[in-house]
């Protein structure tokens, strides 16, 4: 679980990214619950986008991929959510 100001410090870094991946009218797949676990392995800290035509909002989507790949959701905004989950490096030393 991660505090307020841990988050805080997440959504700093979050900012300057731009999402990894984008989820279109197919919405959540086994593929592509898979793929963002192997990112957030590799990266810790994923940003997703929603197209129009997906046929959930940012927050259906964000609560269920986190759930499927053990992370934590750290923010919402719009059709935008990131995630964060730890890996083995720890490499945002968080």
């Known amino acids: 679980m991660l505090t307020g100001k841990q988050k805080s410090e997440l959504?700093?870094?979050?900012?300057t990214r731009k999402p990894l991946f984008q989820m279109g009218k197919d919405a959540i797949s086994e593929n592509l619950?898979?793929?963002?676990?192997?990112?957030?392995?590799?990266?810790e800290l994923v940003k997703v986008s929603l197209l129009k035509t997906?046929?959930?909002?940012?927050n259906e989507a964000a609560v269920t991929i986190s759930a499927a790949t053990h992370s934590e959701v750290v923010q919402v905004i719009g059709r935008?959510?990131?995630?964060?989950?730890?890996?083995?490096?720890n490499k945002l030393g968080l």
């Not at 619950?33 to 990266?43: G, Q, V």
């Not at 935008?80 to 490096?89: D, E, Q, V, W």
Request: charged share 25%; with cysteine; hydrophobic share 35%.
């Open 11 to 15: 959504r700093g870094i979050a900012q």
């Open 33 to 43: 619950i898979k793929t963002i676990s192997d990112s957030l392995e590799a990266h």
């Open 54 to 58: 997906c046929a959930i909002t940012a």
């Open 80 to 89: 935008t959510f990131t995630l964060y989950r730890r890996s083995k490096k």
